[in-house]
């Protein structure tokens, strides 16, 4: 078998001597892994990366085996943000998501797109609100997305306040404060109510959190993604 599909790189591993298995996230392919020859090689090293866009050529005997990729540079975009290291740590989260999120070889275009779309935001200044909304965006491709424009108890859309952790669903701040020690923070600018800030964020950061854990991993978060909340937070701490 053989196929070409555009492709970001989302971690590669060594193998062997020289060689490395790469896993890619391709527009039409899905999450797929194969093996780079000379792939620890310095000139193949930079292509590599995590975040990087490629051409990639896959070639294989029969479907299911691990199979071979051909891949050629387009665009590197984690180096864009060696200066910056919060925005370079949400690059690297949103790949560590996909790879452990996203089953192998079922396409999901819109996430290719729209993991291009957050790489092209992280350099502006509301790149960490970019990163909540493309968080919530993968829960809802992946089957759980959240109800955050009307109360799940009243059905009006006037200051929500709150999210249901079992349902993902928005209440007000009148129906939810008798309930507020059980249920999690709906940052502002995820209810329409101002632009962001680091307080919604870190709430935003909590809230995706909570339901990529229980409703897509199954499981703790990629150590990726706890590393640029830690990197957030730290950085809110030194600026306050």
């Known amino acids: 078998m053989d196929w070409s599909d555009q492709a970001i790189v989302l971690s590669a591993r060594p193998q062997g001597e020289g060689s490395a298995v790469a896993t890619l996230l391709t527009r039409e ?5 194969g093996m780079v020859m000379g792939g620890r090689s310095a000139r193949q090293r ?3 990366e995590p975040g990087t866009l490629v051409h990639a050529r896959w ?28 925005a370079l740590a949400a690059l690297i989260s949103a790949c560590a998501l996909l790879e452990a ?12 797109d729209g993991l291009l779309a957050l790489f092209d935001l992280l350099d502006s200044p509301a ?47 009148s129906v939810g404060e ?3 020690d059980r249920l999690l923070p709906l940052p502002d600018f995820l209810a ?13 950061l909590r809230l995706t959190a909570h339901f990529l854990e229980r ?13 640029l909340r830690e990197r957030y937070a730290n950085a809110v701490a030194r600026s306050a």
């Not at 409703?215 to 590393?227: C, D, I, M, S």
Request: glycine share 14%.
């Open 178 to 180: 008798p309930y507020r």
């Open 215 to 227: 409703h897509v991993l199954n499981g703790p978060l990629p150590p990726a993604r706890e590393r």
């Open 46 to 48: 930079g292509t590599l």
């Open 101 to 112: 999120a996203l089953p192998e070889r079922e396409a999901h275009p819109a996430l290719f």
């Open 127 to 173: 790149w960490a609100e970019s990163y909540v909304r493309w968080e919530i965006g993968l829960l809802a491709e992946l089957g759980f997305g959240l109800d955050l424009d009307r109360c799940a108890v009243s059905g009006a859309n006037d200051y929500l306040a709150y999210v249901s952790p079992r349902t993902g669903r928005a209440v007000t701040a």
């Open 29 to 33: 392919h899905g999450r797929h892994a």
């Open 192 to 204: 329409g109510r101002g632009g962001g800030g680091p307080a919604s964020v870190s709430d935003g």
């Open 59 to 86: 070639r294989g005997r029969l479907p299911e085996h691990l199979g071979h990729f051909t891949l050629e540079s387009v665009k590197g975009y984690a180096a864009n943000f060696f200066d910056d290291a919060q």
